[in-house]
């Protein structure tokens, strides 16, 4: 049976509240693991795990990384919040620096606590101790999941978060942030000064001034996730709306786009969906800045994407003809 958790507000965190850019790679990485037990799978993740199963090379890559994840983000009412540090924000390769850099007193209590569920195998338990080799092993076997499970779904992940995201924009702009609230999926609730959410479990968050950061995410299915421990930045990770997980007929549009303006401008396009800077787009395309300019002056040209300056960065985002040209490849 679920329980509620009561996130209650006051007016400086209606106006510290904000809304992720992009989706979280750390949390996508978590959340994966977790629909390879899903006795139903929604027909949304079903292409996805049937490309992974049909791909031998990605399914070995991919299995220290799952074994970790499946010791350490059991199901069940309990996983450590260092699995999904803030730096995941920065990209996968910041975040995974800043969950390597946890301090050994933060590691010994999450596992302590982890342990009081769920049984920590030998192999595993030299990690409380902030042991080297284990948190080698560790960041090495998450980059490879990561690469080999979220990275070629990435760009399907993105346009479903970037929609949601342009959703909750648009209820921003009517009504300011009680109405993004109030526009949040049904499983949550905006009661004023109080979010209800459904929950594994009931519990209180009082956000105390410090708003909070709403993460819409891909991989998240059934009801939103918050941090464990209240004295860390609150987050609440929620699913996307069902109809925004692309149908996977967007799969075969963009090969065809592919064709059509090439395959990194394509990735291009899609990575701009809800706005990107010069630096993340090469970041996450692993090309230069010198290749993105070049990519963006394009399809700048096209009429497709807009390029404007948020302060010391260039800042891409589509135009509307870039955004249907998206929703319908074909």
């Keep these: 049976m679920l329980g509620i958790l009561r996130i209650h507000f006051d007016s400086g965190d209606l106006a510290r509240t904000v809304l992720a850019r992009t989706a979280d790679p750390a949390w996508e990485m978590l959340l994966s693991r977790f629909r390879f037990n899903d006795r139903h799978m929604p027909l949304a993740f079903r292409p996805w ?35 999904t540090p803030a730096d995941t924000g920065q990209g996968f390769d910041a975040g995974l620096d800043a969950l390597l850099s946890t301090p050994r007193t933060r590691l010994r209590s999450e596992l302590r606590m982890l342990a009081r569920h769920h049984r920590i195998p030998d192999w595993a338990a030299p990690l409380a101790n902030g042991d080297v080799a284990s948190l080698h092993r560790l960041g090495s076997a998450l980059k490879d999941y990561h690469e080999a499970v979220v990275e070629p779904q990435y760009d399907i992940i993105q346009a479903g978060v970037g929609a949601d995201r342009a959703r909750r924009a648009d209820a921003i702009l009517a009504s300011g942030v009680e109405g993004l609230l109030t526009s949040l999926p049904s499983l949550m609730r905006w009661r004023p000064p109080v979010l209800e959410v459904d929950y594994k479990v009931d519990r209180e968050l009082h956000l105390c001034g410090r708003g909070i950061r709403l993460v819409p995410s891909y991989f998240c299915y059934r009801h939103p996730i918050a941090l464990v421990d209240p004295e860390l930045p609150p987050v609440l990770v929620y699913p996307i709306d069902q109809d925004l997980r692309w149908p996977q007929t967007a799969v075969a549009g963009r090969q065809r786009l592919e064709a059509l303006v090439g395959r990194t401008r394509t990735a291009v ?42 302060g010391t960065a260039v800042m891409h985002t589509l135009t509307p003809l870039g955004l249907r040209l998206l929703e319908h490849p074909g």
């Design 49 to 83: 795990m049937q490309r992974l199963r049909a791909d031998p090379e990605r399914l070995a890559r991919m299995r220290p990384g799952a074994r970790w994840l499946a010791t350490l983000a059991p199901h069940g009412p309990y996983f450590p919040d260092f699995l």
């Design 269 to 310: 396009l899609y990575a701009t969906h809800s706005g990107a800077t010069t630096t993340q787009l090469a970041r996450l395309l692993r090309v230069s800045p010198a290749s993105v300019s070049r990519h963006t002056g394009v399809l700048r040209d096209a009429g497709l994407i807009t390029t404007h300056r948020h």
